[in-house]
């Protein structure tokens, strides 16, 4: 394994990666360091084209140490497919979605979760806890349980009901709270406070390996791209993990020289319903102020005060990037144009990063020939309610 250590965007503190740890006593997230002159030296981007058709392909960029404790349900390498018509139909040459609605739980959520998992088992972790939308609560329960850990997961009453049932069937215990996930966040932090040590908060940046399974979206593209950068990585942002995980991954596989200098212009896509991060981007702010009233049907990226601020807006200016807000109703018909034209049912995020593409090709800021990768973070059929609401 060659993670060295774990380190502090904000204040620069080192912190050890052999310790559970949750946030820097600054308070910002903590992410996880390799050694990349011994992984250049250890493998070459031609050496992985043989391996395992999941995200432990990059094994030497990830926190495991001990084989045995990975746990995994075959998450990862998902299809990047080309959406020609509805790239026509909107003025894109060159449009791809990456779809993460075939990873196990429908939800990309599930890299995070078997990262984050194998490595708070590896490390003594025996019940993990935390706040979720949904799909992150159904993901870890999950994979809490097939590594043998307990779960507690506290998620808002509108969360989609398929995740629920997810995390009673995995065996978590199941806490539901009338308000939204900063509400559910506080009962987990009083379950942990009283739990002396025993349970392991795992919130969204709360632990720094949720990220690193994330993170491995943006070394796929690259290698399903030939090992090169698209122009522009669109992406639905809530607590914005696999955001700043796209924007760790092209860093790293940059010093590694794995992909040259290019830069893809990242874009994070929230709704006018809640759209902390775009308010504060367009002010120029280095943090947000909490959005009040949040609703969306994108239920996913229902966060009025993500953790991951700076982070987010770190990535968004570093790349020459951008932040949109969209509307539901626009969500809703894209949704179903998609569908007709490319055979695929979006879930409500991914939806409204396409109507993010075309909004931002109809304004100029995309040119026609721009390569863009979409993120498809989950399956529609995990939105069985929402699909039919998009319905004539
Ligand atoms: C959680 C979630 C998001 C937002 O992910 P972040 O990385 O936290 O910004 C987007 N889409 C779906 C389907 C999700 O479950
Ligand atoms: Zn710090």
Redesign the pocket.
């Known amino acids: 394994m060659f993670l060295t250590h774990l380190s502090c965007p904000r204040c620069g503190a080192e912190h050890d990666s052999e310790a559970l740890t949750n946030l820097c006593s600054c308070g910002s997230p903590l992410l996880a360091r390799y050694d990349l002159d011994a992984v250049r030296a250890a493998v070459t981007p031609a050496s992985l084209a043989g391996r395992s058709a999941d995200l432990w392909r990059y094994r030497e960029l990830l926190p495991v140490r001990d084989n045995t404790h990975r746990v995994t349900l075959g998450e990862g390498w998902t299809p990047l497919w080309s959406a020609d018509r509805f790239g026509a139909a909107i003025g894109l040459d060159r449009l791809l979605v990456k779809d993460e609605g075939l990873v196990p739980t429908g939800?990309?959520?599930a890299r995070g979760a078997a990262v984050g998992v194998s490595r708070a088992r590896e490390l003594g972790a025996r019940h993990v806890a935390m706040p979720t939308?949904?799909?992150?609560g159904a993901a870890w329960a999950t994979y809490a349980a097939r590594g043998g850990l307990r779960s507690t997961i506290a998620m808002p009453l509108g969360a989609p009901m398929i995740t629920r049932n997810e995390v009673i069937a995995a065996g978590g215990e199941l806490i539901l709270v009338d308000g939204l996930i900063g509400d559910a966040g506080k009962l987990i932090a009083e379950v942990v406070a009283s739990s002396a040590g025993d349970v392991f908060d795992a919130g969204?940046l709360r632990e720094p390996y949720r990220l690193e399974g994330?993170k491995t979206m943006g070394y796929e593209i690259c290698e399903q791209l030939g090992w090169r950068v698209p122009d522009v990585i669109i992406y639905?942002?809530?607590?914005?993990?696999?955001?700043i995980g796209i924007h760790k991954a092209l860093g790293e596989l940059r010093e590694l020289g794995w992909i040259g200098d290019k830069v893809p212009r990242l874009v994070a896509v929230q709704s006018t319903g809640c759209a902390p991060i775009v308010r504060a981007f367009e002010a120029g702010e280095r943090r947000v102020s909490p959005w009040p009233d949040a609703r969306t049907v994108a239920f996913?990226?229902t966060?009025p005060a993500p953790l991951g601020d700076e982070l987010i807006l770190d990535a968004l200016a570093d790349t020459g990037g951008t932040a949109i807000a969209v509307d539901d109703a626009e969500i809703l018909a894209d949704l179903r144009a998609f569908g007709a034209a490319e055979g695929l049912l979006l879930?409500p995020?991914g939806a409204a990063c396409l109507t993010a593409a075309r909004l931002l090709r109809s304004s100029g800021w995309l040119a026609s020939t721009d390569e863009v990768v979409v993120l498809n973070?989950?399956a529609g059929i995990k939105y069985p309610e929402t699909v039919g609401s998009a319905g004539a």
Not at 236 to 243: A, E, R, Y
Request: net charge positive; charged share 10%.
């Open positions: 939800s990309f959520k939308n949904g799909n992150a969204t994330k639905p942002t809530g607590g914005g993990v696999g955001l996913g990226i966060v879930c995020e973070t989950g």
